[in-house]
Each structure stands twice: as structure tokens, then as C-alpha cells.
């Protein structure tokens, strides 16, 4: 049956529809798209990884030197996953994105137990690892699932389901859908990614200036905010008050839109 033909890797990151950062946030309705973007900082505030339900894969509780799963109702073992939040570049605005085993498995070739066990190993003292840092300054296909919780509660968060930095899948997008090839012009990161409240700026950036990437210093909390489906946990709450505002802001967007019909003449 076609609905039963599983999609190759590379065909999954170009048959998904494009769009650009901006474009996401006006989705109505759930879907994966892909974009072309740059990475250009991580942000560790809320670690790198958490602890996971062995059997389920659900976010665990740590209760001394044990694990509660509340989905299991019980005791288990846990395993670390990565969950990585970024952010991340196109010519049209920012984007705060978080990636989870699926994506970053087939990138860093490690699981998060390996590279944990590596850092314990060293004993250098950073509170992450330096693998990440090869994502920076770095442009990449990205799979976005815009969900439920994006759009209905204006969730500026998206989870990367798929990731691919192949320069053959790269090319073969950019020549599809007729996109510039900047790959070797960096980033202004002296443009911050980010307005005065931490929220991703909608303001063009020009990829063709000069920048150093910028890495977020490691916060001291490792709390991390899970999200839904079987690979992930649940998501944190967004405070009420800054969704509010965002929220009126984009009815304002939306609203101050004119749409200019073509001249009969």
C-alpha cells in the first residue's frame, strides 16, 4: 500500500513542505516542515540531557539513588537522553528548537550515557560536552513538528524530529527550491537571537556578515523540560503571562495584514 512505503532519510528531509523560520509561527495547524538554518548558540541553561524511564522513555523522577517513573507507577531503571535546546538562523528571523535521540543519535554518533561517561572520565570540569560544539556556525536541514500546543498556546519552543547536515541533501534542497548557497558566509552573531525578554527575535538576519558563534555558559540547573510522545517528556509550562503577550502580539500581526488584491486593469 502507498501509505505503508516508510520514506528513506534523505527523502523525509526534502518531500516535507519548506518553509522559513517566520513561516512556522503562523502555522493552524499541526505539521512537519523542514527549513534550512544555521545554528548559532546552544543553550545549556537547562542542561543538556535528563534521565529517562528504560522501558517507556518517560522523564523520571530522581528519588535519592533511585528513579520513580509516573507512568509505569514505580521504581525503574533510568537512562540518560539528550535533550539539547538551540537556536537557530534563516534570512527571515530566529528560532528556539529542541532536540531529542532522534536527531542527535545519527549527528554525535554517541548516546548521551557515552558522553557522560566520557566527561566523568576526563574530569575537565564543563558541565557539558564539547561534541555539541561542532553544531555551531553550523547550517543544517531540519524536520519541524509544529504541534498542537505551538499553535493553540503560542509555544515559541519546536522539536527538530529529523536533522541532517549532509551537503549532498543540503545542495539537492537548496537546488529544489532555489535557495542562495551561503554556506561559506557566517552568521552576524552580534545581532542577538533573542529580544530583551529571551523570546527569538522575527528580525531578518543577513547570513553574509562575519560573526564569532556563541555558546550560553552551562546554568546550574539541570531541570529539564520534557515533551510529548514516546521519545520525550512532557513539556514544562510556559509562564501565563509572557504566552498572553505573545499571544496578543501575534493577533496584532495577523490583523494589521492587508491583503492586496490584483489590478483588473
Not at 3 to 22: D, G
Not at 111 to 130: F, K, R, S, T, V
Not at 202 to 213: E, F, N, V
Request: net charge negative.
Amino acid at each position: 500500500m502507498p501509505s505503508q512505503i516508510k520514506l528513506s532519510f534523505e527523502e523525509e528531509i526534502l518531500e516535507a513542505p519548506r518553509m522559513t523560520i517566520s513561516d512556522i509561527s503562523y502555522c493552524t495547524e499541526p505539521c512537519t516542515v523542514s527549513i534550512l538554518a544555521k545554528v548559532i548558540e546552544i543553550n545549556y541553561d537547562n542542561g543538556w540531557m535528563y534521565n529517562s524511564c528504560f522501558k517507556c522513555l518517560k522523564k523520571v523522577e530522581d528519588v535519592g539513588n533511585k528513579f520513580y517513573c509516573s507512568k509505569c507507577s514505580k521504581m525503574v531503571k533510568s537512562i540518560k537522553r539528550y535533550k539539547v535546546n538551540i537556536y537557530a538562523i534563516d534570512d527571515s528571523g530566529s528560532a528556539s528548537l529542541v532536540l531529542f535521540d532522534g536527531s542527535l543519535l545519527p549527528f554525535i554518533g554517541k548516546n548521551a550515557e557515552e558522553l557522560q561517561a566520557a566527561m566523568d572520565e576526563a574530569a575537565h570540569g564543563q558541565g557539558y560536552p564539547i561534541e555539541l560544539n561542532s553544531m555551531i556556525g553550523e547550517f543544517f536541514m531540519l524536520n519541524i513538528d509544529v504541534t498542537q500546543k505551538n499553535i493553540e498556546d503560542n509555544w515559541q519552543t519546536y522539536t527538530v524530529r529529523k536533522l541532517s547536515h549532509d551537503q549532498a541533501i543540503i545542495s539537492k534542497y537548496r537546488l529544489k527550491h532555489n535557495i542562495e548557497d551561503v554556506q561559506n558566509k557566517n552568521c552576524d552573531a552580534t545581532q542577538s537571537a533573542h529580544d530583551d525578554q529571551g523570546t527569538p527575535s522575527q528580525q531578518p538576519y543577513d547570513l553574509s556578515k562575519d560573526c564569532t558563534p556563541r555558546v550560553n555558559d552551562p546554568g546550574a540547573s539541570t531541570e529539564v523540560c520534557g515533551k510529548r510522545d514516546s521519545d520525550v517528556a512532557d513539556l514544562a509550562s510556559q509562564d501565563e503571562g509572557e504566552r498572553l503577550q505573545a499571544s496578543a502580539v501575534k493577533k496584532k500581526l495577523k490583523m494589521a495584514t492587508v491583503k492586496v488584491e490584483p489590478n483588473s486593469n
